[in-house]
């Protein structure tokens, strides 16, 4: 089985270092003229796969978003991340899971086994309820080639107080994360499978990410503030690493098809030009 890592490294050096959010939040929706339920979210689902699917890297659904209309919802979020797939898009299922035991476990099989109707390529997650607490679904998707994207520096100011504390050994708790990341991907090539979510609007962390070898997340840029020039601070040398991630930002140049590829090309070559330095 081909590992994540591996074809994200493909994803990106064909179609570029890009991940856009599929975020259909009823702001958004009602900016589009859609209504406000299932056939709204249906078509603005229809609409990003149809304009964006063939040429970006990473796709991002947001599952909440899908999950707020019942089954009916979660039953175009299956088949928008089928779409998705059958486009060469790689998925990341927006989930932000953690837990512990059978219950993470059951996370895992329903996002990370390909016998699943909600199979994809790699999720996000949350580990503070420790970072092995994951272990299952790291497991997993070390079985069938997928990824985790595990939340350490986030974007929203609430964060701090948490991933910032100091542990008993000095290290924040999310340079700590960091580091158990960074022990899944030793020795991994072309790039570990394992991922970090550091926000782009944070500035200069102060934390090591030199070691991680996996995937950067760096969500927040666009609508939410950070420019593709603050990845320099954010990143330094780990920048060659560093996926961006963009939703309201290129989602908003919507419902128009050529309009969402104009603005994915923009947002792209400003990641370009940074990622290059």
């Not at 932000?96 to 016998?115: E, F, M």
Request: glycine residues 12%; negative net charge.
């Amino acid at each position: 089985m081909e590992s994540f890592g591996t074809r994200l490294h493909r994803a990106v050096a064909e179609r570029g270092p890009l991940c856009v959010g599929i975020d259909p939040h009823p702001g958004l929706l009602a900016r589009w003229g859609l209504p406000d339920d299932v056939d709204g979210l249906d078509r603005f689902a229809r609409t990003v796969v149809g304009a964006l699917a063939d040429r970006v890297a990473v796709v991002k659904p947001q599952s909440a978003f899908f999950e707020r209309f019942g089954a009916r919802g979660v039953g175009i979020l299956e088949s928008t991340i089928r779409q998705l797939r059958d486009c060469g898009a790689l998925v990341l299922l927006d989930v932000k899971r953690g837990d512990i035991g059978s219950t993470v476990a059951a996370y895992a099989s329903a996002y990370l086994d390909p016998s699943g109707p909600l199979h994809v390529d790699a999720i996000t997650a949350s580990p503070y309820l420790g970072v092995g607490s994951l272990a299952p679904m790291f497991d997993l998707a070390a079985t069938h080639g997928g990824g985790v994207f595990v939340l350490a520096l986030t974007s929203n100011p609430e964060g701090a107080a948490v991933q910032r504390a100091r542990t008993a050994d000095g290290r924040t708790v999310a340079q700590t994360v960091i580091d158990e990341i960074s022990q899944l991907n030793r020795g991994a090539e072309p790039i570990g499978s394992f991922g970090l979510v550091v926000g782009a609007t944070i500035g200069d962390t102060g934390h090591d990410l030199s070691k991680v070898n996996g995937p950067l997340l760096a969500p927040g840029l666009g609508a939410q503030g950070a420019t593709a020039a603050d990845l320099r601070t954010v990143f330094g040398s780990s920048l060659s690493s560093v996926l961006p991630s963009y939703s309201r930002e290129v989602l908003n140049a919507g419902p128009d098809e050529a309009a969402l590829r104009a603005a994915v090309d923009r947002v792209l070559a400003d990641c370009r030009d940074v990622l290059a330095d």
